[in-house]
């Protein structure tokens, strides 16, 4: 059994920074790459980054790259996301997810999903 729980979010301003944590439960946490989403009302859940299972090579939306950085701490089971210069469209519920299939771009690929962590970017 997984659980991935999610923390870390907030209401910031514009420009501002916040890190997201995600820690998941088990033993089996550093065989397997992991993943960022995020959801805005009304959008469907689109890809924000992800992370190979030994940190070997990270893979970032286009409209995040540049400002977040995703990272892992295998030995403390926990994922992390970085994220800087802020802006009003990060607004969202992030969400982490562990990779089981090909695809990393899309929540298909995914399965063990957190509940999500609020993230408000103000102006």
């Known amino acids: 059994q997984v659980q991935l729980a999610e923390s870390g979010g907030g209401l910031v301003q514009a420009g501002g920074s916040l890190r997201l944590s995600c820690v998941a439960s088990?033993?089996?946490?550093?065989?397997?790459?992991m993943g960022w989403f995020r959801q805005a009302p009304g959008k469907e859940r689109e890809f924000v980054a992800s992370?190979?299972?030994?940190?070997?090579?990270?893979m970032y939306a286009d409209s995040v790259k540049g400002r977040f950085v995703i990272s892992r701490d295998n030995a403390k089971n926990t994922l992390l996301l970085q994220m800087n210069s802020l802006k009003l469209e990060d607004t969202a519920v992030y969400y982490c997810?562990?990779?089981?299939?090909?695809?990393?771009?899309?929540?298909?690929?995914?399965?063990?999903w957190g509940q999500g962590t609020q993230v408000t970017v103000s102006s």
């Open positions: 088990g033993r089996t946490f550093s065989r397997y790459n």
């Open positions: 997810a562990i990779q089981y299939r090909s695809i990393y771009y899309d929540p298909s690929g995914y399965d063990y």
């Open positions: 992370i190979s299972a030994l940190s070997r090579s990270t």
